[in-house]
């Protein structure tokens, strides 16, 4: 074979190995990746953007809405550390009718949503914002919370001037929120993981007791009479002990609900491993595994 067909070979080689690590990382490493993180924190993609809603809550969580055609919430672009609560809580990816109640409940769960005025700014569709605002009254009406609402439209480049982001097409525009959720993503991550070693016994007690009123609330509001130790619709894991919202229960901490009483293991990672139990209720309360 002469010299310039084994080249040419050998290139042909190189772009079928190319070709292959391009398929393998589309069909394969990347969904394994997006499996692995949390639905937070799961990949942007502007083919799933229709329109956008940002809420602001004042003197707390501010975060934006991503939606597609189809009236999903595709990505929460965190923007503030207050909205830790809705994070990683697989809202992501459920249609507005069901997204919307979920966040707004969890931030009442959290006490966020005290005596607070909440801004909602349309970014594009105001059918699926006056869709959003309405969720968001009846989630209030059912806890009973009088909580104000006030209305706004704004476009992407007004938000982009806002917050200092030179770019003014909505596609980077968009990219550039989404890392900067990411980055709060990660800073928040890395507080928890400093907080964990400061947590002494006592307090460690009284953030298990936060924690386990939480899921009484929960109980309630849902009236909620039955749940299984491995439902998901509120994760333990993710429900803050402290008004910070920068202490959460360990992953193996569980609870279940039975006859309307919660039984709960709840364990906070100090400078030991502080573990409570909770047999129906605060007064059946003891240190250690149930």
């Known amino acids: 074979m002469k010299k310039s067909g084994k080249i040419w070979l050998y290139a042909l080689e190189v772009v079928i190995i190319i070709v292959i690590v391009i398929y393998l990382g589309i069909t394969k490493v990347i969904p394994q990746y997006q499996q692995s993180i949390g ?3 799961k990949l942007f ?3 799933n953007y229709e329109t ?16 597609n055609k189809n009236d999903e919430v595709t990505n929460i672009f965190i923007e503030n550390k207050l909205a830790s609560s809705i994070v990683n809580q697989d809202i992501e990816g459920k249609k507005i009718d069901k997204a919307i109640p979920e966040i ?4 009442i769960d959290s006490n966020q949503l005290d005596s607070q005025i909440i801004n909602i700014i349309n970014y594009k569709d105001s059918i699926v914002c006056k869709k959003i605002v309405s ?3 009846t989630t209030l009406e059912k806890n009973s919370k009088t909580t104000q609402i006030i209305e706004n439209t704004s ?3 007004e938000k982009a001037k806002l ?14 929120l989404y890392l900067n959720s990411t980055n709060i993503i990660d800073s928040i991550s890395k507080e928890l993981d400093s907080n964990q070693l400061n947590i002494a016994k006592e307090s460690a007690s009284i953030y298990a007791d936060n924690i386990y009123q939480k899921l009484i609330t929960y109980m309630m509001n849902a009236n909620v009479q039955e749940q299984d130790i491995n439902n998901t619709v509120m994760p333990i894991q993710y429900i803050p002990g402290n ?5 959460y229960a360990s992953s193996n901490s569980w609870y279940y609900i039975k006859n309307y009483k919660v039984y709960a293991e709840i364990t906070i990672i100090g400078k030991e491993n502080y573990t409570f139990c909770y047999m129906g209720s605060t007064m059946d309360k003891k240190e250690g595994i149930c």
């Open 52 to 67: 956008s809603v940002e809420v602001n809550i004042a003197s707390g969580p501010e975060f934006f809405l991503i939606i």
């Open 135 to 137: 969720l968001v009254k």
């Open 155 to 157: 476009t992407l480049q």
């Open 243 to 247: 008004n910070e919202n920068t202490v």
């Open 104 to 107: 707004f409940q969890k931030l």
């Open 39 to 41: 639905s937070s924190e």
């Open 163 to 176: 917050l200092k982001i030179e770019e003014t097409d909505d596609e980077q525009i968009l990219w550039t």
């Open 45 to 47: 993609s502007f083919k």
